[in-house]
């Protein structure tokens, strides 16, 4: 999707930031700047997180150069329904409904009537917590 995502330089991420490595939205986990050379400039070295995968990515560019960076909007939900490893939630501003996969950690929390707060992230809801009763 065209609005899920701006533009940064790489020296403006930090860990704990959000970037966009090989379409899949991650967290910096490490960053590693080398000095300029000879005839070049500083590089830096990215190692982050997949949101979704857990799975470890890596990106290494000159300080100046373009990255993408998805944009993380956080908000609340109200559990509807869990149906075995899905919940089906109520977003508690728009009303829209959708069903997510609830991640293994979360299973015994997760129950309806009870308050959820999570991401969106390019078209994707993330669970990150139980907020309520």
Known sequence: MA???????????????????????????????????????????????GLFDDVKHTLMKSTDADVEVPIVIRKRAQVVSVSGTTAQLMDMASFEMFEVEVPEEMRPEVESGREIQYMEVMGAQLLLRVTGE
């Not at 090989?22 to 590089?43: Q, T």
């Open 3 to 49: 609005g899920d995502k701006v533009f940064a330089q790489m020296n403006d991420l930090k860990v704990g930031k959000y970037v966009i490595i090989d379409d899949v939205p991650c967290r910096v986990v490490s960053m590693d700047k080398s000095k300029p050379g000879k005839h070049g400039a500083a590089k830096m070295r990215v190692e982050a997180i």
